[in-house]
């Protein structure tokens, strides 16, 4: 009795957590740290275990990503020559994590679950000094190959799992002389379209997604990414980062504890 009361309220809390997880994911990211647990939860694990709780999460987050990009538009017009090479290099890395992720055994990926959480919170609470360390490299020359390659390991990070990718990719961005915030604003929403939704097909493809929890999610986070866009900068991203970590690290101290 009591499990399926905890069931019926992770149902019940799921399609909000699936707005938030769009929204966050368009001002702070980390989205994922809301909507895997109660996915989890919920029983969509159930049929084809925890991989494909994993692949189903990344389905639902990605049209809250494609819809931030309305908040982004005029940056992605001023910035276009730079965004084809990064997009190509975001496709090979995200492909590359889809399939690391359908090869998986969800006895190792239940294994790896709370240490990519910690891994991914840790780069949020890092994050903030890095990210004004980075903003001081006045001058730091632009290595276009660099950050090509760079981008290829990032989004094979970004495929697999993706909870921070995010930062992974502003701090390449900062590392490899991207100085322009709205340019590195821009890069970030292009890739992460691209570098999820490759995986996106191949889980469709192979049939690791549970369609039953996944519309529901896909459709509020796309409208919590789209509203976040638009008024998602009268919020401060330091606080929702700390949020977002506080968040993250009580995730992945939950799946420590109790193995899914």
């Known amino acids: 009795m009591a499990h399926e009361i905890v069931k019926i309220l992770h149902l019940l809390w799921l399609p909000i957590a699936s707005f938030l997880a769009g929204a966050l994911n368009t001002i702070a990211g980390g989205g994922s740290f809301l909507t895997l647990p109660p996915l989890l939860a919920s029983g969509a694990a159930a049929r084809g275990g925890i991989v494909t709780a ?6 639902a987050l990605w049209p809250g990503q494609l819809t931030s990009t309305y908040g982004f538009r005029k940056d ?8 084809l090479p990064l997009a190509i290099a975001a496709g090979i890395g995200g492909a590359i994590g889809g399939q690391l992720l359908i090869r998986t055994s969800n006895h190792h990926f239940a294994q790896l679950l709370p240490w990519l ?32 390659v760079g ?31 709205h340019e590195m604003n821009a890069l970030k929403v292009v890739t992460a379209i691209v570098s999820l939704g ?19 999610m896909a459709i509020l986070a796309a409208l919590g990414g789209y509203l976040a866009a638009h008024y998602g900068r009268k919020i401060h991203p330091w606080t929702m980062r700390w949020i ?6 009580l995730t992945a101290g939950y799946f420590f504890i109790v193995k899914p």
């Open 54 to 59: 994993q692949a189903t999460n990344t389905v």
């Open 76 to 83: 992605l017009r001023e910035h276009r020559k730079h965004i």
């Open 117 to 148: 959480l910690l891994f991914a919170s840790t780069l949020f609470v890092l994050s903030f000094p890095l990210g004004s360390w980075l903003a001081s490299r006045h001058g730091a020359k632009r290595s276009n190959f660099w950050l090509f």
């Open 151 to 181: 981008m290829v390991f990032v989004s094979v990070y970004v495929g697999y799992f993706g909870a921070g990718g995010g930062f992974l990719v502003l701090a390449l961005l900062g590392i490899c002389g991207v100085q322009n915030i």
């Open 198 to 216: 490759i995986p996106v097909i191949t889980f469709i493809v192979a049939g690791r997604v549970e369609w039953s929890y996944c519309l529901v």
């Open 244 to 249: 977002v970590a506080i968040v993250g690290f």
